[in-house]
């Protein structure tokens, strides 16, 4: 049944009022999620998210969508979020549904069903669209702020540095492709705990990253390959100097001062698009002992080979397992901890040097010129 956004917190309440009568449940909440749906194929998705989210973490949620259409109408659904196996509500589940013009109108309507004296949790799902406030006007309210990188273009990055820079003092951002890289960051931090390779991580010659492209990719790399080499720069003070380009039709190279960099596409059906399949790192190749360090996904999308090689310190190839998180899961792991972050935010920014002259944001709106 549709609903006028009035009639949201009355039907709320009826169904908590019934729910009382029939199993004296009591209504707990801790947070409201507002999940900002930008293409409506994404708004199944968003609402099996966050029902999973919900049994965790009893909340509001509300999955917001808008369409195109002439008459502008917001409306809404109302239920309660019920756990599979049965058992007491774990929280309001409220669907809004925008029509044209109607969008601009989401940012305070949406405020009017936030729960007060809570934490304020928004989820943007999908790319963030070009020229368009409704992410800055959607933020205003929120505590922490989710995105998933992995679903935008790669000029995307410098967008989510600024959002990053623009975030502090106001909300925490997160960003669930972050959060699926630390693993692999784990991985390659190992490559130089041992002290006879410290030294390796200050002479870096090379580093080459391949990765799985969406279809129909044209970006030099992947969101999560420059994300992670945007890591690695900032780890590792890579490249001060200039930044320049070269790119072939399945591979890019850049060159920051001594340092090469280079992103190959790999396309590969049985892991996420943009996933990183192989990273590999040279040092010292001006010396009589190079050294070389690669971890590289086996047919298992979930293995992992790691391997060292170093002169004086032999280490054999180990094999690990790295488990794949579902967005459910990583959206609650961000719920755990709704803190800046600082390393992200320095990753984001030394990514934004290095992909700004291969994938710039566009400056002027299409429509304009």
């Given at each position: 049944?549709?609903?006028?956004?009035d009639?949201?917190?009355?039907?709320?309440?009826?169904?908590?009022?019934?729910?009382?009568?029939?199993?004296?449940?009591?209504?707990?909440?801790?947070?409201?999620?507002?999940?900002?749906?930008?293409?409506?194929?994404l708004f199944?998705?968003?609402?099996?998210?966050?029902?999973?989210?919900?049994?965790?973490?009893?909340?509001?949620?509300?999955?917001v969508?808008?369409?195109?259409?002439?008459?502008?109408?917001?409306?809404?659904?109302?239920?309660?979020h019920?756990?599979?196996?049965?058992?007491?509500?774990?929280?309001d589940?409220?669907?809004?549904?925008?029509?044209?013009?109607?969008?601009?109108?989401?940012?305070?309507?949406?405020d009017?069903?936030?729960?007060?004296?809570l934490p304020?949790?928004?989820?943007?799902?999908?790319?963030?669209?070009?020229f368009?406030?409704?992410?800055?006007?959607?933020?205003?309210?929120?505590?922490?702020?989710?995105?998933?990188?992995?679903?935008?273009?790669?000029?995307?990055?410098?967008?989510?540095?600024?959002?990053?820079?623009?975030?502090?003092?106001?909300?925490?951002?997160?960003?669930?492709?972050?959060?699926?890289?630390?693993?692999?960051?784990?991985?390659?931090?190992?490559?130089?705990?041992?002290?006879?390779?410290?030294?390796?991580?200050?002479?870096?010659?090379?580093?080459?990253?391949?990765?799985?492209?969406?279809?129909?990719?044209?970006?030099?790399?992947?969101?999560?390959?420059?994300?992670?080499?945007?890591?690695?720069?900032?780890?590792?003070?890579?490249?001060?100097?200039?930044?320049?380009?070269?790119?072939?039709?399945?591979?890019?190279?850049?060159?920051?001062?001594?340092?090469?960099?280079?992103?190959?596409?790999?396309?590969?059906?049985?892991?996420?698009?943009?996933?990183?399949?192989?990273?590999?790192i040279?040092?010292?190749?001006?010396?009589?002992?190079?050294?070389r360090?690669?971890?590289?996904?086996?047919?298992?999308?979930?293995?992992?080979?790691?391997?060292?090689?170093?002169a004086?310190?032999?280490?054999?190839?180990?094999?690990?397992?790295?488990?794949?998180?579902?967005e459910?899961?990583?959206?609650?792991?961000?719920l755990?901890?709704?803190?800046?972050?600082?390393?992200?935010?320095?990753?984001l920014?030394?990514?934004?040097?290095?992909?700004r002259?291969?994938?710039?944001?566009?400056?002027?709106?299409p429509?304009?010129?």
């Open positions: 049944m549709r609903l006028s956004l009639a949201v917190e009355r039907e709320i309440g009826r169904l908590w009022e019934e729910e009382a009568r029939r199993s004296k449940a009591a209504r707990v909440e801790l947070l409201t999620l507002v999940a900002l749906v930008n293409e409506p194929g199944d998705r968003a609402v099996n998210v966050v029902a999973q989210v919900a049994r965790v973490q009893p909340s509001r949620t509300m999955v969508v808008w369409k195109d259409g002439a008459a502008p109408t917001i409306t809404a659904d109302a239920a309660l019920q756990p599979p196996a049965g058992g007491a509500p774990c929280g589940a409220i669907t809004i549904e925008a029509i044209g013009a109607a969008r601009e109108w989401l940012p305070q309507n949406i009017r069903l936030i729960l007060s004296d304020v949790c928004l989820w943007w799902v999908g790319d963030l669209p070009d368009d406030d409704l992410f800055d006007r959607a933020v205003l309210s929120a505590d922490l702020v989710v995105v998933n990188s992995g679903e935008m273009d790669l000029r995307d990055i410098e967008k989510l540095s600024s959002i990053a820079g623009h975030s502090r003092g106001r909300y925490a951002l997160a960003d669930l492709t972050w959060i699926r890289l630390r693993p692999l960051q784990e991985l390659v931090a190992r490559f130089f705990d041992d002290p006879g390779c410290t030294r390796c991580a200050r002479s870096v010659d090379r580093v080459t990253i391949e990765f799985s492209p969406r279809e129909g990719e044209l970006d030099v790399a992947s969101t999560q390959a420059g994300l992670l080499f945007g890591w690695m720069a900032h780890a590792l003070s890579l490249g001060a100097g200039s930044v320049e380009w070269r790119r072939g039709p399945t591979w890019g190279e850049v060159t920051l001062g001594k340092v090469v960099a280079r992103f190959e596409h790999r396309p590969r059906r049985d892991v996420l698009p943009g996933a990183i399949l192989r990273v590999a040279e040092c010292g190749g001006a010396t009589a002992s190079p050294s360090f690669e971890i590289e996904r086996q047919d298992d999308p979930q293995v992992f080979k790691w391997s060292r090689e170093v004086g310190a032999p280490t054999p190839p180990q094999t690990l397992r790295v488990g794949e998180h579902d459910a899961a990583l959206l609650i792991r961000c755990g901890r709704p803190k800046a972050d600082p390393l992200l935010e320095a990753s920014a030394a990514a934004t040097r290095i992909i002259p291969i994938a710039p944001r566009l400056s002027v709106s429509a304009s010129r």
